[in-house]
Antibody, heavy 117, light 107 residues
Framework: VQLVESGGGVVQPGGSLRLSCVVS????????MDWVRQAPGKGLEWVGR??????????EYAASVKGRFTVSRDDSKNLLFLQMNNLRTEDAAVYFC?????????WGQGTLLTVSS | DIQMTQSPSSLSASVGDRVTITCRAS??????LAWFQQKPGKAPESLIY???ILQGGVPSRFSGSGSGTDFTLTISSLQPEDFGTYYC?????????FGQGTRLDIQ
């Protein structure tokens, strides 16, 4: 099992960015997938979930990102996405792609988002 | 939201010590409580799920217990590689929430 995130970078407040996570070693459609973030020097914060195909890919979000962030996937390409709009300085963090099996059993290495003018 | 409170926030222990970290939930949980270890600059790694089940490959010196609002992670005999920050997490109800972390240093 491997998860590899990409797409992080520097964005101005109010801007948008899409993170990607390519997975391997398992069938993406079988699994719930999550995004978790960690601000510099801080703890872990769950961001959102895309449920698996049997659960119709329905989503859940933390209140802090609801209406601004969208989790989606392309199972045919083994890709998970996090579309982030209207970014705020407090969204700056390392974003981890996580497989949501037995809680969170496998994590990517993370990709860093910086929000600064 | 369910608040998760860990204690202590940090501790220092010696190789061979028995170490216990506590996690308290603001509301009663079913079994859906997990523990993670994170080393500096690395992604967290899953240790335990469903309160007491070890993830594959996790050494048997790690164990989890608890019910309701009080949960515990125990390291029976501390090893040098066990340094890092430990987090509990509830996945009983959305939004999923983590404890603030317990930093473990090896003396």
């Amino acid at each position: 099992v491997q998860l590899v995130e990409s797409g992080g970078g520097v964005v101005q407040p109010g801007g948008s960015l899409r993170l990607s996570c390519v997975v391997s070693g398992f069938t993406l459609s079988d699994h719930h997938m999550d995004w978790v973030r960690q601000a510099p020097g801080k703890g872990l914060e769950w961001v959102g979930r895309s449920r698996n195909k049997p659960n119709r890919y329905t989503t859940e979000y933390a209140a802090s990102v609801k209406g601004r962030f969208t989790v989606s996937r392309d199972d045919s390409k083994n890709l998970l996405f996090l579309q982030m709009n209207n970014l705020r300085t407090e969204d700056a963090a390392v974003y981890f792609c996580v497989r949501g099996f037995h809680s969170f059993d496998h994590w990517g290495q993370g990709t860093l988002l910086t929000v600064s003018s | 939201d369910i608040q998760m409170t860990q204690s202590p926030s940090s501790l220092s222990a010696s190789v061979g010590d028995r170490v216990t970290i506590t996690c308290r939930a603001s509301q009663g949980l079913s079994k859906n409580l997990a523990w993670f270890q994170q080393k500096p600059g690395k992604a967290p790694e899953s240790l335990i799920y469903d309160t007491s089940i070890l993830q594959g490959g996790v050494p048997s010196r790690f164990s989890g217990s608890g019910s309701g609002t009080d949960f515990t992670l125990t390291i029976s005999s501390l090893q040098p590689e066990d340094f890092g920050t430990y987090y509990c997490q509830q996945y009983d109800r959305y939004p999923y929430t983590f404890g603030q972390g317990t930093r473990l240093d090896i003396q």
